[in-house]
């Protein structure tokens, strides 16, 4: 399991207080992010257990949170990203469970199919790195680049690894969410399921989308130390986010288009991506 | 509308919360701004080029170090001065601890404005001082500053007004804040309404800071 | 008491240098009145700064009190200018302080202690008549209150020398009287030596001593006050007598102005 | 080493193409802004409280438009103003189209500046020029403008070393320039050295602009 | 042609409201020249200062060939400043702008057009003798110098009325001489209507046909200097005969400075 295979600063952190009933939760800012953790916070009150979130929008600072023990657990990253993370900054951040996947695609307001893609088209890429190579395998899955190897990580690929671009594309990298206000001056654009259900679109209306396997990578997950991950604090923050509370605020959020993996093995995921 | 004030009944609190972040970062970065960029603006006008005792190698270094402190975006100072925002706090993460990222930013800065506020000054009542065997501590206290703090109070107003809008960054790192209520709501959930009532909070603590600042330099000002 | 040997000032401008004090020689006793005359422009403002190194000269020797001035560190200077009281011509007073205030400020740097200040500023300001302004800020005075604030302000640290610039220019006759009267006590009583720059005649004649004239940078002419009452002096140059005789007699009944007027006929036909 | 020079010389091109669009958003934000913030600031010094022509009303009315557009979060200023920078510029991404934010916030800012530069000066010029007859234009370009012009380089100054950091946040709406690239390489993808290059090239940026700014300042500072 | 009626200018301060002019009527016949005295804080320059407006009495009229100017709107108010020069107390100038741009500054606000402005901005400071310091910035001008520069400001374009705040206070007699000689031309060939503020008695000996006394914001005396010269002119007041007697008597024995001094005594001994 992913105890044994991470390594790094743990030992410097001071052991968790088994008696100690409050959790410190850092949470990126959003919807789908925010209102669970509101949810999971009262369920948990009702047991006696306090939930403490602090909401960011910065995506170092996080998983360095918890590696230091400042938080004890995390809930903003998906699965690819925590571990290329662990690689990079050298930490030992390890998935506890998932809340809900969010598979994305290119969508284009001016072209019905990959075909009508013209020439030196726009194409907005997500600036940040745990979203900008997703966008760029989906451009080669379009047929519309090609990559000079065979990326280990989807975190890996930029723009440096495109070998071809025959239709002379503009790659531009913009703020995910600047996407929304600006997509009519781009050709295609990435979006999430999540931002593309704001503007009223389904993953149908996507020229190309991470369906099936390909979704895998971007599950949302709630991450943490190894050794947090099998307590008793562990457990009932997990029965917490995957309650039925829970589910039934995911079934009204935008129709309920964001899938909740909630019975994967996220663990394994994070071994196989 | 009745649904839109339920939501604001609902998020009050935060939006409370969110606002008394705002005014703690403004009440800690801008005291400790003013009273260290003042001393250090003094120090780059008196060994500057014009000032009373140029030291033009020494000026030249403080000179760059104020100048690099000025050139870092405000993630990467955050993320640059880490060790030494623990050190301060105790935490990278929360308003505490983004109110030391923007109060080292603010202090170079508005040594800038102090610098170019002594250098306005008529070089007349200086000499008068000179000549009246004044020490340099003495020019700069009962001279130089009293000739400048309208001035001083002026650019003080104008960076924390800067300030209120800059500091919606402290949403990176937790720090909260009124700005990052807007964005949080504005830009990543799509409530406008909300965003739009964040704004207008903080239009009303801008122009209260505007309006008391000028109203108080004018009040220095015994010019006319 | 002052000796100046061969003092030189140069200004670069952007035309070239400009000597404005050319090797100027003056000694000057301790305890009496030097006055200085000239022209305007002649050099007599940059002179005085030169005796308290305001204006560092190019070459020479400041000797005040027996020691030279341009051999001091800068610390040794600052304790040197407690010494030397200064008026400036423009004033120089600190606007965003009161008439008091200003006053206050020359004791202060002068080391009087701070309850003992307010009281000889306002001893300071009643001599030039000037107690019922004590607490208005320079914008609203008068352009002779002004001054008299300066006059004030140098004043009341009762200095060994006193440098003065013009100090009667603003002011009426009556608030001259009396300035130069108390000039002249101070002098008198506490041995205070005085140099004054003045273009008026008639403050020379009231005040000074020794008389200096300059005229381009140089002082071209020296003598006793003595001397000139007692008429055993006779100006060597047109200067001197010029300005010994200090009248201004118009003619009203000239060629009518404009075009073929040239500016040195126009100008010089004092 | 050897292969950070490699990694050097392979984004050689784009820390260059980088460079170049900070290089541009200088030169079209800054312009614009002191162009059209001089004459704001202006303005607002003319009318207000110790202007030349208070109206208490108007000057109301544009001092709290002047609040409101600095009161803005940069993020929050880019997405409002978007139909605007459509536009202007045909297109809301990338460096043209972030130009518009840019300059938008950087007009109320230096009238700011400018109103602050003109209460500074000395009253009795401008009442020479009214005894002369002046109009309030010439007042405003023959006298102020003159007796001001240091001051506003120096302001000027100060606000290029402020945006040339601040515009980092342009890398929000693929604007990029140099502080972006320090962002996305240094923060993002944490090659250090390739951040530290980015900043080394800010700071000298900021030293040019900082140097040559108050150098220019003093030169057309004539009182000494 | 200059008429003031009931000139009343009142100043509020910290300690409450304060007359500077109080209930001033003067009449000044056009192209005549008059002259302004009186001690310090008087009220002089406030007056002068009340002709053109720049300080709006608080009540009165000031009627300036024909026209009430209170009654003008701004805009006339400026159109008609420009028939009206004036010299400043403390001169004014531009330190940013050279002395010839500083002179041309009052020709271009009178509308001389730009060729024009440099030939006739030399002109003027040639006849204050400063023609070699037309491209001197006011810094690196001597007090004299700049008052000069002042002078031929208010001159260079010919104003119908002249007002001159102690237009000689910082020059010699040789510079006095001159530029009151101009002014005497000037007013007899152009029929300048001239007001001249001064503290120097020989000034107005020299130049003025009427004078007026001050004192505390009053007109306490008026007379023609036709009346002095002929020696039937008596002072009412003690202020005016003060002032005509312009004498500097000191008394170099008095008790000495020190305790006791009360500032009545010391300084109104005139
Ligand atoms: N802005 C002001 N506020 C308050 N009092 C003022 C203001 N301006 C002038 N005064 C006062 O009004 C009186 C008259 O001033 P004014 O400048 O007219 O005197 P003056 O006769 O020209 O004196 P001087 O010969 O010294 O120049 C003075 O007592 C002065 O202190
Ligand atoms: N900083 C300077 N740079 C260049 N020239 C200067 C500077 N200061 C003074 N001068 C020139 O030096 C000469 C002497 O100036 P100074 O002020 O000593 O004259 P002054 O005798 O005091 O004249 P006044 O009676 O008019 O005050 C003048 O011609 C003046 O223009
Ligand atoms: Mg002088
Ligand atoms: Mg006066």
Redesign the interface.
């Given at each position: 399991g992913a105890v044994e295979m991470v390594s790094g600063t743990t030992g410097t952190v001071p052991p968790r207080d088994p008696a100690d009933r409050t959790l410190r939760i850092?949470v990126t800012?959003?919807?789908p992010y925010?209102e669970p953790t509101k949810i999971a916070q009262k369920l948990l009150a009702a047991q006696g257990w306090e939930l403490k979130p602090?909401?960011?929008?910065?995506i170092?600072?996080p998983n360095?949170?918890v590696d230091e023990g400042?938080?004890d657990v995390n809930f903003f990253q998906h699965v690819a990203y925590l571990k290329q993370f662990n690689k990079d900054y050298d930490t030992s951040v390890v998935p506890l469970f998932y809340v809900y996947a969010l598979p994305g695609g290119l969508y284009s307001d001016r072209h019905a199919s990959i075909e009508d893609i013209p020439e030196g088209a726009t194409v907005a890429l997500p600036v940040d790195p745990s979203n900008n190579g997703r966008a760029i395998l989906l451009l080669r899955e379009a047929g519309l680049i090609t990559l000079r190897r065979e990326p280990e990580s989807v975190i890996e690929v930029s723009q440096s690894l495109i070998a071809q671009n025959p239709r002379n594309l503009r790659l531009v990298e913009l703020d995910q969410?600047a996407l929304?206000n600006t997509r009519q001056d781009v050709d295609l654009g990435f979006l999430s399921l999540r931002n593309a259900a704001?503007l009223g679109l389904t993953r149908e209306d996507a020229l190309v989308f991470e369906d099936g396997e390909s979704e895998r990578p971007f599950r949302i997950l709630v991450g943490t130390r190894p050794e947090f991950a099998g307590t008793e604090a562990a457990r009932m923050l997990r029965e917490a986010y995957q309650s039925a509370e829970v589910r039934q605020w995911f079934a009204g959020y935008q129709g309920g288009t964001l899938p909740l993996p909630w019975d994967a093995d996220a663990e394994k995921d994070y071994a196989q991506v | 509308m009745a649904e839109f004030l339920d939501r604001l009944v609902e998020v009050g609190p935060e939006l409370a919360t969110s606002l008394w972040q705002t005014v703690l970062m403004l009440l800690i970065a801008i005291p400790i701004a003013v009273g260290l960029g003042t001393p250090l603006g003094i120090w780059l006008h008196t060994h500057?080029?014009?000032g009373l005792q140029h030291t033009p190698r020494i000026h030249r270094i403080v000179?760059?170090i104020v100048?690099?402190v000025?050139?870092?975006?405000?993630?990467?100072l955050l993320?640059a001065i880490i060790p030494f925002t623990r050190f301060v706090v105790g935490?990278?993460?929360?308003t505490a601890a983004v109110i030391v990222p923007l109060t080292i930013n603010a202090i170079p800065?508005f040594a800038?404005?102090v610098e170019?506020?002594l250098?306005?000054l008529?070089?007349?009542?200086v000499?008068?001082?000179?000549?009246?065997?004044?020490?340099r501590g003495?020019i700069i206290r009962?001279?130089l500053l009293?000739?400048a703090?309208?001035?001083i109070v002026?650019?003080a107003t104008?960076m924390t007004?800067?300030f209120?809008?800059?500091s919606?960054m402290a949403?990176?790192?937790?720090g909260?804040g009124i700005?990052?209520f807007?964005?949080?709501y504005?830009?990543?959930?799509?409530e406008l309404p909300l965003?739009v009532v964040a704004?207008v909070l903080?239009?009303a603590?801008?122009?209260v800071v505007?309006?008391g600042g000028a109203r108080w330099?004018?009040a220095?000002?015994?010019?006319? | 008491m002052i000796t100046l040997r061969d003092v030189t000032t140069v200004f670069s401008t952007p035309t070239g240098p400009y000597t404005a004090v050319d090797g100027a020689h003056l000694e000057i006793p301790a305890g009496s009145i030097q006055g200085i005359i000239g022209f305007s422009g002649a050099g007599k403002s940059t002179l005085l700064r030169n005796i308290?190194l305001?204006e560092r000269p190019t070459s020479g020797q400041v000797v005040v009190g027996g020691t030279d001035l341009t051999e001091l560190s800068v610390e040794e200077l600052?304790?040197?200018?407690?010494g030397?009281?200064?008026v400036?011509q423009?004033f120089?007073?600190?606007?965003?302080?009161t008439a008091a205030k200003n006053v206050e400020?020359?004791l202060?740097?002068?080391g009087v202690a701070g309850t003992e200040r307010r009281r000889r500023a306002l001893e300071a300001l009643a001599i030039v008549d000037l107690a019922d302004k004590a607490d208005s800020?320079?914008?609203a005075l008068s352009g002779g209150q002004k001054q008299r604030v300066a006059i004030a302000?140098a004043l009341a640290?009762e200095p060994a020398v006193l440098l003065c610039d013009e100090p009667t220019s603003a002011v009426d006759p009556r608030t001259t009287t009396s300035v130069l009267q108390y000039l002249a006590d101070i002098n008198r009583d506490l041995g205070i030596t005085t140099v004054i720059v003045t273009h008026e005649m008639n403050v020379v004649r009231a005040l000074a001593d020794h008389v200096a004239v300059m005229e381009a940078g140089r002082i071209v002419e020296r003598f006793a006050l003595a001397e000139l009452e007692a008429g055993t002096f006779t100006p060597a140059t047109a200067i001197g007598a010029h300005l010994v005789a200090d009248e201004i007699v118009l003619d009203r009944r000239r060629t009518p102005v404009g075009a073929g007027v040239t500016p040195g006929e126009e100008a010089h036909h004092g």
């Open positions: 850092i800012e959003s919807e925010q602090t909401y960011v929008t910065d170092i600072q360095q949170a400042a938080f969410q929304l704001v | 500057g080029p014009r000179d760059a100048n690099v000025r050139s870092f975006p405000f993630l990467i993320i935490t990278t993460i929360g800065y800038r404005f170019q506020n250098g306005q008529d070089p007349g009542v000499e008068a001082a000179r000549a009246m065997g004044a020490t003495q009962d001279v009293v000739d703090k309208p001035a002026g650019s104008i007004v800067s209120i809008s800059y919606a949403g990176l790192v937790g909260g700005g990052d807007a964005i949080r504005g830009y990543y959930r799509y965003m704004i903080m239009i603590l801008v122009a505007q309006t330099a004018r220095l000002d015994k010019r006319r | 308290n305001l600052r304790r040197a200018r407690h030397i009281g200064m400036f423009n120089n007073l600190v606007n965003n302080l400020l020359s202060k740097f002068a800020y320079p914008a302000r640290t």
